[in-house]
């Protein structure tokens, strides 16, 4: 479980949009290689046909793949799977000026759910990270899903996520002076919209998270409900506004913050594997 | 011509949309009926531009000029700013008599006399607003005119509404020479900002429909409450519950349109307050919290919150009292005393 800071540094502070994967059908670890391989002549010749990813630019795409055996939760997971696309101007010569443009990567954290049930010869990575330009995202995805038989899917976060994700990231433990713990709400059905952003000193939000939660290392959904409704509770005290009946669309703290459209970042390395885990459990419910 | 009045009046074009540009040379009135004739105003603005450059340099155009057609655009585009609001306050109550002559000169003299390079310009619009126009350079260097600011005075009022450029720090100069300029004693910021210069006006001047304290609503027999989307299968306790709502709005919101400003600001440290069987936080700090509104016409929003079902009606006062307290930026404290309940905003 002991993640090595230095080689998921590249993780950290990055918007990542999420979707769910369904098992890969034949993939093999050691065909990386090959892989790349084929992906990078499906980018050209997606190219030649004239779906180029940028219009006038020359630019010859470079695919890399790589595993990442320390992104995992438990033994039976599979080792996350980075995939890389990085461009070389043909204009320049020289060989190390690559620029990475889009990154992405496949992983489950403690996804045994999923692939206790699945037949031999599926790879469980149900949770898919990118970023980078959505047309690049839609190469790789169109050749996964070819060569693996794989189906993607935008990961949607529900309120009800989402507040579990606020509940659990505001109780977290923070050495260094922390960003406040931000709920963002939208108003639907209204003649003019409102977005209402409700941030809270970080550590007023922990000391009321403390309060609430009755057993360490165990959240239930009662506690998040509770904490919820203290914050609606003070809110409706001061505006007479309700705000449970508004639609929670981001939230954000110092550890990582989520937005329901399936876009997530994470500021803290230490809890990569806890947040990690909890989308991997999102993109399972999905598959399922 | 020198090349950077030219370069600056081509940008400034560059801003306009295509066909607005010949509406605004005529305004602006530097280039004759017979020149703008000339001018082609169907090709792409980058050419029409060079053109109107062109005719600049004939007519031998210098910064005044530039500004003061920059100065046009930004009236008429003015919702593009964000704009804050000063208020002056005198020392005695004579009513003097305004002399816009005297007002330029000693604003110009108080700017000049601390900063050598600046560019200043004015322009009086038939509303008795006074816009100016302020380019600021340093004792080294020529006064940067793209980064501006831009000052809106009625001078029956004493309120000034300043669009500031990045550069905060001429803020207590430009503020200095203003109450000089205006023989007031002191100026200070209010907490009230906007995009819509309008609606700061309708907000400081009172020009808004308003709710008065004072008034009690005519009972509402005789006269037939239009209810949006009004259900026949609506059950009486409904309608009657909605007809309050309805009534209770318009008495708070009054029935004109509201001012249209973007956001409201709350800083809340007050307690936290739970029901003591929920045996959560019962801390003797304050329950430290930022909240932020946002709309692109906050007031019309809020006052469909209630007829809405996502609010109580009356709506808080802390929403509602924003036009008539001119201010959208609060800090919130718990009233200590006689009513716990209730709040200060100071």
């Known amino acids: 479980e002991n993640v090595d800071p230095q080689k998921t540094a590249f993780l950290l502070r990055k918007a990542w949009t999420l979707y769910s994967v369904t098992p890969l059908y034949g993939f093999r670890r050691a065909r990386l290689r090959d892989y ?42 599979q080792a996350a799977l980075l995939v890389q696309l990085s461009s070389r101007s043909r204009a320049s010569s020289r060989s190390s000026e690559d620029k990475l443009v889009w990154s992405g990567w496949f992983c489950s ?85 409102l977005d209402i952003s409700y941030a809270i000193h970080p550590e007023d939000a922990k000391a009321l998270w403390d309060t609430v939660q009755k057993t360490p290392g165990e959240i239930t959904q009662e506690e998040v409900d509770v904490f919820m409704d203290c914050l609606y509770a ?34 803290q390395s230490q809890y990569l594997p806890g947040v990690l885990m909890l989308l991997t459990e999102l993109a399972i419910s999905q598959i399922q | 011509m020198d090349e950077t009045v030219a370069e600056y009046i081509r940008r400034t074009l560059l801003k306009i949309p295509r066909d607005e540009i010949k509406m605004m040379l005529q305004k602006w009135g530097f280039l004759s009926e017979a020149q703008l004739q000339t001018l082609n105003f169907h090709q792409i603005k980058d050419n029409i531009s060079q053109e109107v450059v062109q005719l600049c340099e004939e007519n031998s155009a210098d910064i005044k000029q530039a500004a003061a057609l920059d100065i046009i655009y930004n009236h008429i585009y003015q919702n593009k700013r964000m704009w804050s609001v000063y208020q002056m306050k005198k020392s005695g109550e004579e009513l003097e008599y305004f002399d ?8 110009k003299g108080r700017l000049r006399s601390a900063l050598k390079n600046v560019t200043i310009t004015f322009k009086e619009y038939e509303d008795n607003a006074i816009w100016i126009r302020v380019a600021w350079g340093t004792p080294y260097k020529k006064p940067n005119q793209y980064k501006p600011s831009y000052v809106v005075y009625h001078s029956q009022t004493p309120y000034v509404f300043i669009s500031a450029s990045v550069l905060k720090s001429n803020m207590p100069l430009l503020c200095q020479a203003l109450i000089v300029a205006s023989n007031y004693h002191d100026i200070r910021e209010m907490e009230l900002r906007s995009h819509s210069l309008n609606s700061l006006k309708d907000i400081v001047f009172k020009r808004y429909s308003q709710n008065f304290q004072t008034y009690t609503p005519k009972p509402l027999e005789g006269r037939n409450v239009e209810l949006e989307n009004a259900d026949i299968r609506m059950v009486h306790e409904n309608r009657s519950e909605k ?29 936290f307050k739970s029901d003591p069987k929920m045996d959560v936080l019962d801390k003797k700090e304050p329950f430290r919290c930022l909240v932020k509104f946002s709309s692109p016409h906050l007031l019309e ?27 959208n930026y609060f800090k919130i404290r718990e009233k200590k005393g006689l009513f716990p309940g209730s709040f200060v905003s100071p």
Request: include cysteine; charged fraction near 20%.
């Open chain 1, 234 to 267: 003070h809110f409706h005290r001061h505006f007479k506004i309700h705000l449970s009946a508004a639609k929670l669309v981001k939230v954000s703290t110092a550890v990582a913050s989520a937005h329901c459209d399936g876009i997530v970042k994470i500021l």
């Open chain 2, 301 to 327: 929003s809020l006052k469909s919150l209630a007829p809405a079902g996502m609010a109580d009606a009356p709506l808080s006062p802390l929403l509602t009292c924003i036009p008539h307290r001119a201010r």
């Open chain 1, 36 to 77: 790349a391989r084929l992906l990078s002549a499906f980018i050209a010749a997606e190219k030649q046909k004239g779906l180029a990813v940028e219009v006038g630019v020359e630019l010859d795409i470079k695919v890399a793949l790589s595993s990442l055996a320390d992104l995992r939760g438990s033994e039976l997971d």
């Open chain 1, 109 to 193: 954290v403690f996804g045994d759910d999923l692939s206790e049930n699945v037949p031999e010869n599926f790879t469980c990575l149900p949770l898919f990270l990118t970023h980078g330009a959505e047309s690049y995202t839609s190469l790789v995805g169109s050749w996964f899903q070819k060569t693996f038989d794989c189906c993607f899917r935008r990961l949607a976060i529900s309120p009800l996520n989402l507040s579990w994700m606020v509940a659990m990231w505001a109780g977290c433990k923070l050495d260094r002076a922390a960003s406040a713990v931000e709920l963002v709400f939208s108003m639907p059905r209204l003649s003019q919209p």
């Open chain 2, 243 to 271: 007809e309050r709502i309805h009534r209770l709005n318009q008495e708070v919101f009054g029935c004109g349109p509201q001012p249209k400003l973007e956001f409201a600001q709350y800083r809340l440290e007050t307690m």
């Open chain 2, 100 to 107: 816009i002559t005297d007002f330029k000169k000693r604003f």
